[in-house]
């Protein structure tokens, strides 16, 4: 795989090899040939991550394997819908290969993925038809043979008699197809006498084909992520430290963010609240935002995305965001004004209009990536202000001195997530792991305060 | 081994060594000394034949072979004092010969062939891709007389008998079966271990390039015996049927039981002995019944022979009765299979590089030569009249200075198979 910027926006992703499979079910051995936008890049990962996570939240609850397929199933379709039916496909090759790259640097992260790749390849096989599952094999070259009717009669008896003697029941004998394979392929039935063999072949019914084909898969994934490694590292890894590596290691870490479309709390920010809200919760990004909005009285697009987004998943309602944003441009530009040029935006955010999308707000790795130009606001402060604009910002939060060294260390070490963290604790003197998500931010910063609201009331009242 | 004459022996330089008449158990040990060894390997090692099968074909005679392989091949040698030396390998056939006929080695074993020459092997290490590995082994079992020691009344330990023999025979037979029509290996080589078992060397290509977890998978699936001196019941079969493979086993096993495991070994005949058998009857109310029995008839006119016989159709007749559950019934194979079936050391057939001793090898303790042994007419193969060094120095003697070349022709009759020409050439 190659990748090549076009534009910071666009990754142009090239394939050594060539050829599409007929099946719906890849086995991921080629690269595709796609020029990839950076969000989708992003994206396409990230709803492969969640099939990929609720598999393993599936089997670890120890779920029966048919409730495991059909929940597995169900969020394949959900996550990995695209707007153009052919472009699934792509889809689900291009996020594979990204969250190979993602998992492809330590032995844990290897195996994780490789496991659950495996569940999720055995998963959509065994749901293909039989016909479809021969194309497969032998569109890929596997050595397994369906065995003909004749051969099929020369060995029936055996057949039912290894059925009978590993308490599988004679009766599965006459229905089932039975593939011939190298006996390789099998060890663990070979070893437990499971299976009958012959000549050096083992003869298993189709249930057991989905097996060594997954196993296949699984040796082939192996060692791919090997030769990844070692690819990426020694080609890429350097020039692509500021674009794609972040997106990367955010991945790898596997938070899904909480979608903060709703906020958490249920209960809806008034405007009055705002003001204090964004002064001790916000995160600077927001904050930063919402004091240069009162300043300037006007934001450009970017800010607007980026705070008003936040609005909505911390709880602000439409009317009072309209209300808000109205009230923000007012001394600069009258209301009809407004409501021709800059409503239809904020209704649009919250779903009213044209496509009725209801946009989540933008996560940690989302900001950092973007590229605020001049006169923009927006974007991740610790990774776009200037040192000395970050230290005075972070004065302006009022932190302690300590504090603020502590942050300006992370922020040198480009550790822009662990930096807002170090941030939230100077600003609340409780401990914060890192920051993924503004929203997050947000709703820990409230949760910590209600608390010591409560603690202050109940040493009130014993007093 | 039985040679109480006088044996004369010309050495090269014509000194006569005299070998006087002397006790059974000396005699044994007088039969193996660094001088006989010697001329042995001076003589009669096939040293042309080992060469050409370890070199499957790549005997740098043709374009496409690959000339390194022998080099690779790990051997180790054990001398005299137990010296034991490992990571040895030789560059061609000369090179082989000259180093054992030098060092004289009392033990051969033969190794893995590794993917860099054994003695180079540490300085091709170091790297997480470079690491001195096997390549290709042949499959190996290793059948051991004292792994029988619980059902062998003749002998024990590391004696062996003609009663007691047909064990090995039952093991050949269902083992060379199992891997040439289960597995569809072809080229199996069949040696006799020098003193109290067999060794079974698969060399197909497809077999010597199996994994670990491969050769474990089928040592398992040829496993039926399980356990210690602490467990009871060491054979347990489960399910409404036998695997195919262990059908198959079974009419093996039955009629070797049958024929000369139960009279051998009288297994019926004392209580001592029965009491052992019906340990394996999962029905009190049988057991108990042929208790009776059978304490009533030891003042019976039988012949000793027919004791163990017809107790053993008493029994049979009570397990197959139809008024039984069908566990009991199952306890019928379950006890001819635990008197019978091949006992396989795991761990020898488990690992690429565990190394087995080379065919053609003289035993130290017994002064026998490995012999190869032919499967298909493994029943008249006789252990105790195998030749011993003694007995080939003997023939040398008698044969003047031909040079050995039909004592040797002897020994390799012994092994028909040995002496095909390997198709797995290039391979």
Known sequence: ?463 | MGADTEDHMEVEDHKEVKVEAVPESRLVYDGFSPDYLRIYYGRLFPYAEMYKWLSYGHDGKHPGCDASIMGRREFSFTLEHDIYIRYLSFHDVSEMEATIKSKCPHKIDIGALYNVEPAKRTAYAGGSDRVFAPVERELVFDIDMTDYDDIRTCCSGADICLKCWPLMNIAIKILDTVLREDFGFEHLLWVYSGRRGVHCWVCDARARRLSNEARSAITRYLTLYKGNENTTKKVSLTGPALHPALSRAYEICRTYFEEHILPNQELLNSEGHFEKVLELVPDESVRAQMRDRWQDNRRASVAKDGISASRWKQLKQALESKKVTPSVRRSLEEIIFSYTYPRIDIEVSKHMNHLLKAPFCIHPKTGRVCVPIDPQDCDNFDPTNVPTLAQLLNELNAEGVKGGSECRGNLLLHSPAFCLPWPDCLA
Request: aromatic share 10%; charged share 25%.
């Open chain 1, 1 to 463: 795989m190659e990748f090549r910027s076009k534009s910071s926006s666009v990754v142009a992703v090239k394939a050594y090899g060539g050829g599409a499979g007929k099946s719906k079910v890849s086995m991921y051995l080629v690269a595709p040939e796609a020029d990839v936008a950076i969000e989708d890049f992003e994206q396409y990962a990230l709803d492969r991550l969640h099939v990929l996570i609720a598999i393993e939240e599936n089997r670890s609850r120890g779920k029966r394997a048919e409730d495991v397929e059909a929940a597995v199933m169900d969020l394949w379709r959900k996550h990995m819908r695209t707007v153009q039916s052919d472009d699934l496909l792509q889809k689900d090759v291009i996020s594979h290969f990204v969250l190979r790259l993602v998992h492809c640097r330590t032995e844990e992260l290897r195996r994780w993925f490789l496991e659950m790749e495996t569940a999720l390849f055995r998963i959509r096989f065994r749901m293909e038809s039989p016909e479809l599952q021969k194309a497969f094999i032998e569109e890929h070259k596997l050595p397994y043979k369906i065995i003909s009717a004749a051969e099929f009669d020369g060995m029936k008896e055996k057949l039912a008699q290894v059925m009978r003697a590993s308490g599988q029941g004679a009766g599965l004998v006459g229905e089932t197809a039975f593939y011939k394979v190298p006996f390789e392929e099998v060890l663990d039935l070979v070893a437990t006498r499971k299976v009958y063999i012959h000549q050096g072949h083992a003869y298993v019914p189709r249930e057991q084909l989905v097996t060594i084909v997954a196993n296949h898969f699984r040796s082939m994934l192996s060692q791919a992520l090997v030769l990844t490694n070692r690819n990426w590292t020694a080609m890429f890894a350097a020039q692509e430290e500021d674009r794609l590596t972040p997106i990367l290691e955010a991945l790898s870490k596997r938070y899904l963010a909480p979608d903060y479309s709703k906020s958490a709390s249920g209960s809806a920010v008034t405007l009055q609240e705002l003001d204090g809200l964004a002064m001790r919760s916000f995160p600077l990004c927001m904050r930063h935002l919402y004091l240069k909005l009162q300043e300037d009285r006007h934001l450009r697009h970017g800010g607007r995305q980026q705070l008003g987004l936040f609005l909505k998943g911390i709880g602000l309602k439409l009317d009072d965001a309209l209300a808000f944003w109205r009230g923000a441009f007012a001394p600069r530009m009258p209301a009809e004004k407004f409501d021709k040029e800059y409503a239809y935006n904020v209704r649009h955010n919250y779903g009213k209009e044209g496509k009725r999308t209801d946009y989540t707000p933008y996560s940690c790795m989302y900001i950092i990536m973007s590229s605020p130009g001049v006169g923009d606001h927006h974007g991740c402060p610790y990774r776009h202000f200037s040192p000395e604009n970050l230290h005075a910002a972070l004065s302006g939060m009022r932190l302690s001195p300590k504090s603020i060294d502590e942050v300006m260390e992370k922020t040198r070490g480009r550790h822009y997530q662990l930096a807002c963290a170090a941030t939230f604790e100077g600003a609340h003197s409780c401990q914060c792991d890192g920051i993924n998500h503004p929203n997050q931010y947000f709703e820990q910063s409230r949760k910590f305060l209600k608390e010591q609201a409560e603690k202050a009331t109940e040493m009130e009242t014993d007093s």
